[in-house]
């Protein structure tokens, strides 16, 4: 059974940065798309970073340039470097992957769907 959990998340004020990690037990990181999502308090789930099985990545506009997604499949890790953080970034991050082969670049990004979650980490960012 796959589980995902996240770490690294806090406050921090703007122009900060912060990592955040994600390790998924029972999980070929290689294999399948991963990635980091977010939702603010009254606001819709959105998709912040994608990676898929090719290394191909995907960024929301408002992260490109400030978030960088990355894997380590040595360490079965999956992390999300935010940099340049902005007040509008607070939210509760949730790490998420996929265990079926299906995709999730480019413009399949923002309809993508995962099917496996983490309990989400908090970050906020103050003005």
């Known amino acids: 059974q796959v589980q995902v959990a996240e770490s690294g998340g806090g406050s921090v004020q703007a122009g900060g940065s912060l990592r955040l990690s994600c390790a998924a037990s029972?999980?070929?990181?290689?294999?399948?798309?991963m990635g980091w999502f977010r939702q603010a308090p009254g606001k819709e789930r959105e998709g912040v970073a994608g990676?898929?099985?090719?290394?191909?990545?995907s960024y929301a506009d408002s992260v490109k340039g400030r978030f960088a997604i990355s894997r380590d499949n040595a360490k079965n890790t999956l992390v999300l470097q935010m940099d340049s953080l902005k007040p509008e970034d607070t939210a509760m991050y949730y790490c998420?992957?996929?265990?079926?082969?299906?995709?999730?670049?480019?413009?399949?990004?923002?309809?993508?769907?995962?099917?496996?979650w983490g309990q989400g980490t908090q970050v906020t960012v103050s003005s």
């Open positions: 998420a992957v996929e265990d079926l082969h299906t995709y999730c670049s480019g413009g399949y990004f923002p309809l993508w769907s995962p099917n496996l």
């Open positions: 029972g999980y070929t990181y290689s294999s399948y798309c």
């Open positions: 990676l898929d099985s090719d290394g191909m990545k």
